[in-house]
């Protein structure tokens, strides 16, 4: 694998010269799933000191003869420091199927208590958030759908055209997978900009429409990883 840490954070910290500076950020994602749009994945980081909160929002509604048919939602809110995570507090709704995952770091590792896992975790553990492409270097996951830990195979898949609201965005393109049940390709521009996931939903294609592509989550990340 050609990425390291080392040059991500260095692309993502040659964005904060200008307004990155910021020290909140937040994009919004449009969900087409077949090319329609199903809802919306909202992410908001906050630097405090050193510390990065990390809120992320999803809704989607999937629409049959415009009834619908299945409905997703998730709120999950993290807590970062120094580049590792220091606790999960995030809720589930699927489609009537209530979830949970709470962690919370206990020197170095994470104990988590989840619907679908509770037990310890390592503590370079990265989420199912994808805001930075320095989880692309770790080789566990924790689903913050589940709290499930998948032992991830990453590899790199050439580079693509990402759309966003204000046209085509050059990215490169990423494939993370544990080997069975979760499988995503990712995105991301040259300053380390998340741009886009795409998966498989029930048999459609899953893709993410960015709202803008300005810099800013990478550059906090940066200045707090």
């Known amino acids: 694998m050609d990425l390291t840490r080392r040059t991500m954070i260095a692309g ?6 200008g307004p990155a500076r910021a020290r909140t950020a937040a994009r919004r994602f449009t969900i087409l799933r077949g090319g329609d749009d199903v809802g919306r994945h909202e992410i908001a980081l ?4 050193d510390t990065l909160n990390v809120a992320i929002d999803v809704e989607i509604v999937v629409r ?17 420091r120094s580049g590792l995570l220091q606790s999960v507090d995030c809720s589930v709704n699927d489609d009537g199927e209530r979830k949970r ?21 390592p503590s370079e553990i990265a989420t199912t958030t994808y805001f930075t492409p320095d989880f692309l270097t770790r080789p566990r996951w924790m689903s913050t759908d ?15 055209s990402v759309r966003t609201a204000s046209g085509e965005a050059q990215c490169a393109r990423w494939r993370a997978s544990n080997g069975s049940d979760f499988d ?9 900009e998340w741009a886009s996931v795409a998966f498989d939903g029930r048999g459609e294609p899953i893709i993410y429409v960015p709202d803008s592509l300005d810099g800013r989550l990478a550059a906090l990340w940066a200045e707090t990883a």
């Open 12 to 17: 993502a910290a040659a964005a904060v010269a």
């Open 46 to 49: 906050t630097r405090e000191g």
């Open 64 to 80: 049959v003869l415009g009834i619908a048919a299945y409905r997703y939602e998730m709120t999950n809110r993290e807590v970062w």
């Open 101 to 121: 995952v709470n962690a919370a770091r206990n020197g170095e590792k994470i104990v988590v208590d989840a619907s679908f896992y509770s037990g310890p975790a």
């Open 146 to 160: 589940s709290g499930e830990l998948y032992a991830m195979s990453i590899s790199r898949d050439g580079e693509a």
């Open 184 to 192: 995503v390709q990712l995105f991301y521009d040259a300053n380390g």
